[in-house]
């Protein structure tokens, strides 16, 4: 497994820029953010994801368009809320239908980061429990009293911004329930490259997620069953992943034994 294992969720695979040419010419698109909805062509192809492409309106803006035309008003409301409660998420700008023009962020994501060297692990697993305790922080939608999940709170999801530091952008998978199951997914999320004996990444990942399971004050044990099963179920996930899910899980068991106070 890659890194690219840690991101199911957008924008995941960036393209090549060079095979895009001649696509995007938005000089004759209205300069409105609304006009974008439903172009035909909106820009070129910057990221493929799971369930939806991610096209370069400018360097301002992006289109982010599902491939098999699901509504996108829920996920775009949910990231309008966090923002609107200081939480850093992508501006939601318009949307109807499959499309949401979002604000386009630049920057590394903490995966490429942490591959570079340029953020430890430590700090990593710090900023990944300081996001989740700030998103489970604030009001949910409706005052259910549960938080707000993002369940692909991981590495490659992690936009490091020169002015706003870190920004977490993927939030198709986002619902509202219990802020334990967020937790558990994110360290099953890292888990799973870290029981991959054939992995590049197996130890550094064993590092974070130990990090991880330090830093956050949040237990994941008792979700941790429901995100394996939900893990286990997702068709998003490669060849061979499916099968990691179980071993991720003792893991982070494990881990969370050795991490509690004695």
Request: aromatic share 4%; proline share 8%; charged share 20%.
């Amino acid at each position: 497994m890659t890194p690219a294992g840690l991101a199911p969720g957008e924008p995941t695979s960036p393209v090549d820029p060079s095979a895009q040419a001649g696509r995007g010419d938005t000089s004759g698109v209205p300069d409105t953010d609304a006009a974008l909805v439903g172009l035909p062509d909106p820009g070129p192809l910057l990221a493929a994801g799971s369930f939806a492409d991610v096209f370069a309106v400018d360097e301002a803006r992006v289109l982010r368009r599902y491939r098999d035309h699901a509504d996108a008003t829920r996920e775009a409301t949910l990231v309008r809320h966090v923002v609107e409660h200081g939480f850093p998420a992508p501006a939601v700008l318009a949307f109807a239908g499959s499309d949401i023009v979002m604000e386009r962020l630049h920057g590394p994501t903490l995966l490429q980061s942490l591959a570079a060297g340029e953020t430890s692990i430590n700090d990593a697993a710090a900023m990944l429990a300081d996001l989740h305790r700030s998103l489970h922080a604030l009001p949910a939608p409706g005052d259910t009293g549960n938080a707000i999940m993002h369940l692909d709170l991981q590495p490659g999801n992690i936009i490091l911004t020169e002015q706003r530091g870190p920004v977490l952008l993927g939030w198709s998978s986002a619902a509202v329930g219990d802020a334990r199951l967020d937790v558990a997914t994110t360290a099953l999320m890292i888990a799973e490259v870290a029981v991959d004996a054939g992995g590049v990444y197996s130890q550094a990942a064993r590092a974070l997620l130990a990090a991880f399971l330090s830093a956050t004050d949040t237990d994941p044990v008792p979700a941790l069953d429901d995100a394996a099963e939900r893990r286990a179920q997702d068709p998003t996930l490669v060849a061979g992943e499916h099968a990691l899910v179980p071993a991720a899980a003792t893991l982070v068991r494990e881990l969370v034994e050795v991490a509690r106070p004695h």
